[in-house]
């Protein structure tokens, strides 16, 4: 089992800030995954990248794949209320067809 | 229903019960799981059903025991548990098959509480 960390383990900012979070390993990956989970809820699917040094946007989150490949990075523009929860990465074990996730970081949005 | 349902949401049981967590999905994927989220730990994934066959156990206590009647219905089923069994039981499905992008989809959890 390859070791996810992420970094930070909390995170407590105020609405309107920027923030960016971290996902390193030693290894190198054929993709990386990024949820969210609410409190009270399951982990919910953000996205996947693939490809090193790839830069994806879902509206103010920016993904980023490391160019190695080895850590990916999420960056939030104007942080609000609604993004609290906990960010996990997760990557895919071809061999058994199953991911392995990293334990997370805690993000607080205080209005 | 969509997405993947998972019942009860809450649960206490003491340490010499017998309860079943269930968890059914509606997307028409061929692959369940059962993962354990405790505090400051991982998730640990517990069991692997694909078309309906276990494919992975990792070692769990058989104090836990899974059952995959069907592709849509997964249980978990619960006896003699310890106190830090305690934990966010968490029910995820998926494609298998269909490349790097499939990912999971998971329940909303049950929370269980042995005392």
């Known amino acids: 089992t390859q070791l996810l960390e992420q970094s930070p383990q909390f995170l407590s900012i105020q609405e309107g800030e920027n923030l960016t979070v971290y996902c390193n390993s030693s290894s190198v990956f054929s993709s990386l995954q990024w949820y969210r989970q609410e409190p009270g809820e399951g982990p919910v699917l953000l996205v996947t990248?693939?490809?090193?040094?790839e830069v994806k946007k879902l509206k103010r989150l920016t993904f980023q794949f490391g160019d190695a490949r080895k850590d990916s990075s999420l960056h939030i523009t104007a942080a609000q209320p609604g993004d609290t929860g906990l960010y996990l990465c997760a990557y895919r074990d071809y061999n058994f067809n199953k991911f392995y996730f990293g334990s997370g970081t805690k993000l607080n949005v205080k209005p | 229903e969509t997405g993947v349902t998972q019942t009860p949401r809450h649960l206490v049981m003491g340490m010499t019960n017998k309860k079943s967590l269930k968890c059914e999905q509606h997307?028409?994927?061929?692959?369940m799981y059962w993962y354990k989220q405790s505090a400051k730990k991982p998730l640990e994934l517990m069991f692997v059903y694909s078309l309906e066959e276990r494919v992975e156990n990792n070692s769990v206590p058989s104090r836990f025991s899974p059952e995959c009647p069907n592709s849509s219905h997964l249980f978990l089923h619960l006896h003699t548990l310890q106190p830090e069994d305690s934990a966010l039981y968490l029910c995820?499905?998926?494609?298998?098959?269909?490349?790097?992008?499939?990912?999971?989809?998971f329940g909303s959890g049950t929370r269980l509480t042995v005392v």
């Open positions: 990248v693939v490809t090193g040094g």
């Open positions: 997307l028409g994927h061929n692959a």
């Open positions: 995820a499905s998926s494609q298998e098959g269909t490349g790097l992008y499939y990912g999971y989809t």
